[in-house]
């Protein structure tokens, strides 16, 4: 079982759909990080948690660390919102350890 | 344009060569995070490098080495190099060392071994 898991692994929705997007990890984290990988390749960074919630624009992110269990919300989706979306998260102080997950594969159709 | 630039863009190169890539962190980042990803192990992180000395390990292999230069810039030298190391290779750059600083990641480097 690896130690951060994502679902879904591929999900298509329609243009205006919300969509959600799941990290659960089993290990303690000082943050969890998600990202978001363009079909190109490129890498953004899009949010870094360590409690409760943040938002940026469409995008909400959550955690909870009792559940160990993190949420990255997008509201009105959008077909340039189509990318595959990575959780990572990282260890408690003294490990600096980065663990991803597989990645959720989003595509918006318009 | 995330401010942190990676050279070569791409590298076409042959089983027991050795190669060099290179990363420039965003102007005042002082923290330097090389990670490789390939189609079957997905995002891995490598090492960290902070104001030049080395702060974390992860999955990195002993063919492999980095170093974090006075300037700031990085460099991650990967020799022997094998089918397998066949990847993408991003560096990302944060102000800081800690966990919770923002990573801007490059555009990386497409390490191709033949």
């Known amino acids: 079982k690896n130690e951060v898991e994502q679902s879904p692994q591929n999900l298509t929705a329609q243009e205006g759909e919300f969509i959600t997007i799941n990290c659960s990890y089993s290990v303690g984290i000082s943050a969890l990080h998600w990202l978001q990988q363009h079909p190109g390749g490129g890498i953004v960074s899009l949010f870094m948690l360590s409690s409760g919630k943040k938002k940026h624009g469409r995008l909400i992110a959550t955690i909870n660390i009792q559940e160990k269990h993190s949420s990255l919300h997008i509201t009105a989706s959008h077909p340039r919102d189509s990318a595959v979306y990575i959780c990572a998260v990282k260890g408690i102080s003294g490990t600096y350890k980065y663990i991803f997950g597989t990645g959720t594969r989003l595509k918006v159709l318009a | 344009d995330s401010g942190v630039t990676q050279t070569p863009k791409h590298l076409i190169t042959a089983t027991g060569q050795r190669v060099t890539l290179r990363c420039s962190p965003r102007s005042g980042d002082l923290s330097v995070y090389w990670y490789q990803q390939s189609l079957d192990q997905g995002l891995q992180f490598l090492i960290q490098?902070?104001?030049?000395?080395?702060?974390a390990k992860g999955n990195i292999l002993e063919r492999f080495s980095a170093q974090q230069f006075p300037d700031l810039h990085s460099e991650l030298n990967l020799s022997s190099l094998e089918l397998g190391d066949s990847a993408l290779y991003f560096c990302?750059?944060?102000?800081?060392?800690?966990?919770?600083?923002?990573?801007?990641f490059g555009p990386g480097t497409r390490l191709t071994v033949l």
């Open positions: 990302a750059s944060s102000s800081f060392e800690g966990s919770y600083n923002e990573q801007f």
């Open positions: 490098y902070y104001n030049g000395e080395e702060r």
